[in-house]
């Protein structure tokens, strides 16, 4: 393993805006209704079983990567074999550019949506993976501070939450645990689209400077996003009825609405504008992730991948027309994801685990 | 035809390059220029003959008559070593050498001979400088605080910042640039407080430099910079010999240039340049709150017309009914759309800029008051602006002039642009689709390698005491974590923290 030199790592407790900022992205704008439609407004309790779920996952990969001592590419080839770890390791690169696809498709409809209508798929997205481009040219440590800024500067949104106080109606979550504990996981489940990201964690590992002391600011970062979800739910429960949330597909955005100040109306187009800022280290991030995957399997340098995985992601957005597709791919990156965090990771987590004990008996 | 263009070029290369190889040579080829002078004198007492060879406009007659002439022609002098003893000038060579020959008459000594044909001759200074007196700061005017600024000279300068310094600590390294201009250019830091690694790498940057006529530290800053292609300036200039002393103090490195007024600091930070060195001779909370100020108009200058492009444009009804009507009011009668408008308004107030900035002071002010009142009113009155847009505009053009350093004013200025046409293309999305543009550009841009948005980010808690606010100077305890300093603690922070109790 070619080991990374001290100046491109970075420092542990930014490991903190790098996995909030990758979890935070397009699904906070909207996972009220998609959560609200089986668990109702217990759904909640399933924000909060999520989290915990995400803490299990990623605590398995801390001692997935710390065995392996690399990414997850190592980590694949030691647990695996050469070939069948690097097919999987590839696999991890479609699933990171379907991310970027998502997110970039998901937001570029949010805009044409609600701002303008006109807006032609391509010529933003080939805005936006320029942009991209130039940022991971930078490199990792530049990504990074991308990370950074989408979480402190657009921190300012949160405050404008407590408008909707003014109409709320707590006693609306009760009574609690009216729905069965199937349905809340079911919720849970669905909630997985909208806590994903934390798992770019397995590439980027190499990069952090003292991991034991990082583990505990990755932790801390899933906690806090948590708990945002979970009084943005609370928040979205008490202002809208269960039947009116069902007909809001960005349910944070049509809250917004309500905000005013003497000199802004209609604070939704701000958020969306702002929220540029928030989805770009996703998409940065994960466009990293895979490009520097290519690089690690196929040894090609990361420039050319980068470029064209920005080529993919620009074509493929734009193949993307409807609603209804762009919902199918949330679907379908949501439940890969789902698997992938609770089905190949613990396995992974329990392969290598036993793998260990043998080795080190041998 | 490659080797014909080959033969064409070698003649003329030897005909430019070959250096003199004997003294006489030189003397030959440097008398082909009319301000070279020999003159021939004769000791009486010893009935020695002296060559004498300078260039004219470099020497200080002066000097020559009184330490040089009357010494030769008064004392017994029979060898080259009786002048050197009996020259009391500082700076007297015997050397046979024709390239020092030839680099010191540049810089104004005097060459003397026993024989014209002689290789070997003495060299004595008698450097004639024509410098103008220190004058007080123009660009970094202070309120308070010391009145002394850099002047073109470099020895004057070194002198400015050494008496402030009295530490044998304090280096200096002394390097040529420039194949045609030689100019001498001095990097200064404190041993054992600067970094090892920051002054190596400016020392090489320094020395890889080829170039050549080096005319002020303005083109070093240039061609050392990390990212040629950025509008922003990642060295900082100063004109205050205080600020330099204080910055070395810190742990950084100055580069002074001969034959220029400004010192550069490296390395360097965004925030470093908006805050201006009054600041730490002002109370704290005053100083922050000045910082803050500076902050706020940064962004407002570069983000207020294209906020007021995109509202117009695409999103008025962000804006509250009672505010909407008053823009309507002011804009009733425009014919163009806003983009124009605002281009316009813009356009002009860089031409005053511009206009202003070249002419003779006096001319300079008129052309300000008379064009801003006249043109803004008369367009506002001929319904090609609105008055709240002329508002933003100048409002603007004052915030940008906030910036204490004047490079990074221009390129504030110069950001304008690209957030308005953003603007005009997706309204407020574009701006935040610019400022991203932005904020990757930062994140990605260093000086001297360490990054340019420190302390913010890279995040550093501890130096942020003097970066956004300042803090006061018992905070100050230790410098700046960015530079690696190799004394990090500048005094003892428990004491001058120490609270004392009441009555003591």
Not at chain 1, 121 to 146: C, D, E, K, N
Request: charged letters at 20%.
């Amino acid at each position: 393993m070619q080991s990374i030199p001290e100046r491109l790592k970075i420092s542990p407790f930014l490991v903190f805006f790098t996995i909030s900022s990758m979890q935070i992205g397009i699904g906070i704008l909207g996972f009220q209704r998609v959560i609200a439609k089986s668990a109702g407004y217990d759904a909640w309790i399933s924000v909060i079983l999520a989290g915990i779920g995400a803490h299990l996952s990623l605590a398995m990969m801390y001692s997935i990567l710390q065995k392996a001592n690399g990414s997850i590419v190592e980590a694949n080839q030691q647990l695996f074999g050469k070939w069948i770890g690097n097919i999987l390791s590839i696999l991890l690169v479609l699933y990171y550019t379907g991310m970027v696809v998502a997110v970039l498709r998901t937001y570029i409809e949010v805009i044409q949506v609600w701002m303008f209508p006109d807006l032609e798929t391509w010529v933003f997205a080939t805005s936006f993976m320029l942009l991209t481009i130039y940022i991971v040219s930078g490199g990792f440590r530049v990504v990074v501070g991308v990370c950074f800024f989408s979480i402190i500067l657009p921190s300012y949104l949160i405050l404008t939450f407590f408008y909707t106080f003014e109409y709320a109606n707590f006693r609306m979550l009760l009574p609690i645990f009216d729905h069965s504990i199937f349905s809340i996981l079911k919720a849970a489940k669905d909630m997985t689209l909208t806590i994903l990201g934390f798992e770019t964690l397995l590439v980027y590992y190499p990069f952090i400077k003292n991991v034991e002391q990082s583990k505990k600011w990755a932790h801390f970062s899933v906690f806090s996003t948590t708990i945002i979800y979970a009084v943005i739910a609370v928040i979205t429960f008490a202002y809208f009825s269960e039947k009116q949330l069902q007909k809001h597909i960005w349910a944070t955005l049509s809250m917004w609405k309500i905000v005013e100040m003497p000199f802004i109306e209609r604070f939704e187009y701000l958020g969306i504008a702002n929220w540029t800022i928030i989805i770009l280290p996703n998409v940065c991030l994960a466009a990293w992730c895979s490009s520097r995957i290519v690089k690690q399997v196929a040894n090609i340098r990361q420039k050319y991948v980068l470029v064209a995985i920005a080529a993919i992601c620009v074509t493929s957005a734009c193949l993307l027309k409807n609603r209804n597709s762009i919902e199918l791919l949330n679907d379908v990156l949501g439940s890969i994801g789902f698997y992938f965090l609770y089905g190949f990771i613990p396995l992974t987590f329990i392969w290598s685990h036993i793998l260990h004990k043998v080795r080190k008996k041998a | 035809m490659f080797r014909g263009f080959r033969r064409d070029k070698t003649p003329n290369q030897r005909k430019e390059q070959r250096p003199a190889r004997t003294t006489w040579e030189l003397l030959r080829i440097l008398g082909q220029s009319m301000d070279f002078e020999t003159q021939v004198l004769k000791n009486p007492h010893s009935q020695q003959h002296f060559w004498i060879s300078y260039i004219l406009p470099l020497i200080d007659f002066e000097i020559v008559q009184k330490n040089i002439l009357s010494y030769l022609l008064y004392s017994p002098i029979q060898t080259l070593k009786d002048i050197e003893q009996a020259i009391p000038v500082e700076d007297v060579i015997v050397t046979s050498n024709v390239t020092i020959i030839e680099e010191k008459l540049h810089e104004g000594y005097v060459l003397i001979q026993l024989n014209e044909w002689a290789n070997e001759g003495v060299l004595i200074k008698a450097q004639r400088n024509v410098i103008r007196n220190i004058s007080i700061p123009e660009v970094e005017f202070s309120v308070v605080g010391p009145k002394e600024a850099f002047i073109e000279s470099l020895e004057t300068n070194l002198h400015l910042v050494r008496k402030r310094i009295p530490s044998n600590r304090l280096t200096i390294k002394m390097l040529k640039v420039g194949s045609l201009s030689k100019t001498s250019i001095a990097v200064l830091y404190i041993e054992g407080i600067a970094d090892e690694e920051n002054v190596n790498t400016v020392m090489q940057r320094i020395s890889d430099i080829e170039f050549d006529e080096v005319i002020d530290s303005s083109y070093i800053e240039q061609i050392i910079s990390d990212n040629h292609n950025s509008p922003f300036p990642q060295l900082l200039d100063t004109e205050r010999p205080d600020r330099v002393a204080s910055i070395l103090a810190e742990g950084k490195i100055a580069v002074i240039v001969d034959g220029s007024p400004h010192a550069l600091i490296v390395p360097t930070t965004l925030v470093e340049f908006f805050s201006s060195f009054e600041d730490y001779f002002l109370n704290w909370y005053i100083a922050s709150f000045f910082r803050l100020i500076r902050l706020f108009s940064v962004a407002f200058s570069i983000l207020i017309t294209p906020i007021y492009v995109a509202a117009l444009n695409y999103h008025y009804e962000m804006i509250p009914r009672d505010l909407l009507g008053t823009l309507v009011t002011s804009r009733r009668e425009i014919p163009l759309p806003p983009i124009l408008e605002a281009l316009f308004l813009e356009l002009t107030i860089e031409l005053l800029r511009e206009a202003g900035a070249r002419l003779p002071t006096k001319v300079g002010q008129t052309i300000g008051i008379v064009g801003g009142i006249v043109i803004g009113t008369a367009s506002v009155e001929a319904g090609l602006t609105s008055n709240v847009l002329l508002i933003l505009v100048a409002l603007a053009a004052l915030a940008s002039f906030t910036t204490p350093v004047y490079k990074m004013g221009n390129t504030i200025r110069l950001m304008r642009f690209p957030f308005l046409l953003f603007a005009e293309l997706w309204g407020l999305l574009g701006v935040v689709f610019c400022f991203c543009f932005l904020m990757g550009h930062l994140l990605r841009l260093t000086s001297l390698g360490r990054p340019f948005l420190e302390p913010i980010y890279p995040l550093r808690i501890a130096d942020l005491k003097d970066a956004l606010i300042r803090l006061p100077f018992s905070k100050q305890a230790r410098r700046p974590k960015q530079l690696r300093p190799e004394q990090p603690i500048r005094f003892s922070a428990k004491k001058a923290n120490k609270k004392k109790d009441i009555d003591e």
